[in-house]
C-alpha cells in the first residue's frame, strides 16, 4: 500500500501538536492521549521541548498502514525546519485557531504550500471556545486564502448542493456538473490533488471532535502519489540528526527505485535503515519510492541533497529574523 506522508502545519498555538495526539489515539497508533501541559505527547520528546512547551524539531509517526505524519514547528523561530519537510509532503494539514483566524504566518505557510503544490487540508481548530461561528469563519477563510475551500464535514457533504460548490473551482468537476454526472468522487479526488479544492473540517482536538471526518478525509479523497513508473533509484534528504548513541542521522524520501542496506550512495554505505514512529524506531531491509526512512552511515549528507534520479533538492524562501555567530 502506498503511504500518504501528511505534514501538520500552523501558526503557533493553533493546538498542532494536540491535533498530532488526537489522530494518533484515534487512528489507534497509541494508547493514551498525552498533553503538553503534562510533557508526556508522543512527537515532543525531546528535553527542551518538554521544557518550552512547544515543538522545536519535526518529527514523524506512522498514523496506520497508509498514512505517515510529520509534526512541524509553529514558531516563527524554527520555521526553517518546517520549510525542510515540505520537500517530502505528500499532503499537508493547514491548522487553524477558531479563535486567532488567519494569521501572518497563516499567509506564509500557504504560500509556501501553493509553491510546492502541496494539496492541502484545513482544519480549524479551537471550535469549542465560545464566540465561534463556523460560517463566518469559512467565509474569512475563503476571502482570506481561497474561494476554493469547501466544508467537507459529512452534514455538508450530504447537501444538494456540495457538488455545485466543489465543482466551481474546477474545470472537469464543473463540466461533469453541468453533464448531470454524479459519480464523482474519483475526481474529486483529482481535483484536490490539482489544488482547485480544498477541504475543510471544524472541530476540536482537545476534545477529538472533528478528528474521525478528518482521517476519513485523508484516507478517502486525498491520493498518494504513484510512484510505479519511477524505476531508477532517487532519495532527497530533508533532515539531519542525531540519536542518544551519537550516531548521525539522515532522514530522507525515497522518490524513486528502492534503497536497500548497505547500499552505496556516492561513496558512502547506508549502514542501517530505520522507520521512524515517535522516539521508537524499527530497522528495515529496504524502503521503496514514497516512503521516509532514516539511514546511518552517511557523513556527507545534508538537508537539501539528492541521490541518483531524484528531482531537485530544496529551494528554500524564509529567512531568519536574526542571524549570529558564536565567536569563542
Known amino acids: 500500500m502506498a503511504k500518504l506522508i501528511t505534514g501538520i502545519l500552523a501558526h503557533v498555538d493553533a493546538g498542532k501538536t494536540t491535533l498530532s495526539e488526537a489522530l ?9 492521549l498525552g498533553r503538553v501541559d503534562s510533557k508526556n ?4 520528546n525531546n528535553s ?25 514547528p509553529g514558531h516563527v523561530d524554527f520555521s526553517a525546519e518546517t520549510e525542510r519537510t515540505l520537500s517530502v509532503l505528500d499532503a499537508a494539514i493547514l491548522l487553524i485557531n477558531a479563535s486567532d483566524g488567519i494569521q ?27 464566540d465561534t461561528n463556523q460560517e463566518q469563519l469559512l467565509q474569512k477563510l475563503k476571502a482570506g486564502l481561497s474561494e476554493n475551500i469547501v466544508d467537507f464535514s459529512k452534514s455538508a457533504r450530504s447537501n444538494p448542493d456540495f457538488f455545485e460548490k466543489v465543482a466551481a473551482g474546477d474545470d472537469v468537476l464543473t463540466e461533469m456538473f453541468l453533464n448531470g454526472q454524479n459519480d464523482f468522487e474519483t475526481e474529486l479526488s483529482n481535483a484536490i490533488c490539482r489544488r482547485t479544492v480544498f477541504p ?14 478528518l482521517l476519513s ?64 524506531w524499527e530497522s528495515v531491509k529496504e524502503v521503496s519510492a514514497g516512503e521516509i526512512c532514516t539511514v546511518t552511515g552517511l557523513k556527507n549528507s545534508f538537508a537539501g541533497k539528492t541521490y541518483g534520479a531524484a528531482p ?6 524564509l529567512e531568519p529574523a536574526l542571524i549570529y555567530s558564536v565567536l569563542p
Open 48 to 72: 527542551i521541548e518538554k521544557q518550552r512547551g512547544i515543538t522545536i524539531f519535526s518529527k514523524q509517526a506512522q498514523l496506520n498502514q497508509k498514512i505517515t505524519l510529520i509534526d512541524t
Open 217 to 280: 478525509i485523508l484516507s478517502d479523497f486525498v491520493v498518494p502519489p504513484d510512484y510505479s513508473a519511477l524505476k531508477d533509484f532517487g532519495c532527497i534528504v530533508y533532515k539531519i540528526s542525531k540519536d542518544r548513541l551519537n550516531n548521525r542521522l539522515t532522514h530522507l524520501k525515497v522518490t524513486g527505485g528502492v534503497l536497500k542496506v548497505k547500499a552505496e550512495l556516492e561513496g558512502e554505505k547506508a549502514n542501517e535503515i530505520r522507520v521512524y514512529s515517535g522516539e521508537k
Open 200 to 213: 475543510c473540517l471544524f472541530g476540536s482536538a482537545l476534545k477529538l471532535q472533528g478528528i474521525d471526518e
Open 41 to 44: 505527547t508522543f512527537l515532543d
Open 24 to 32: 494518533l489515539f484515534t487512528g489507534g497508533a497509541i494508547r493514551q
Open 104 to 130: 501572518s504566518h497563516t499567509k506564509t505557510l500557504w504560500s509556501l504550500l501553493n509553491q510546492h503544490k502541496i494539496p492541502t487540508v484545513i482544519f480549524v481548530n479551537k471550535m469549542d471556545m465560545p
Open 312 to 317: 531537485d533538492g530544496l529551494c528554500t524562501q
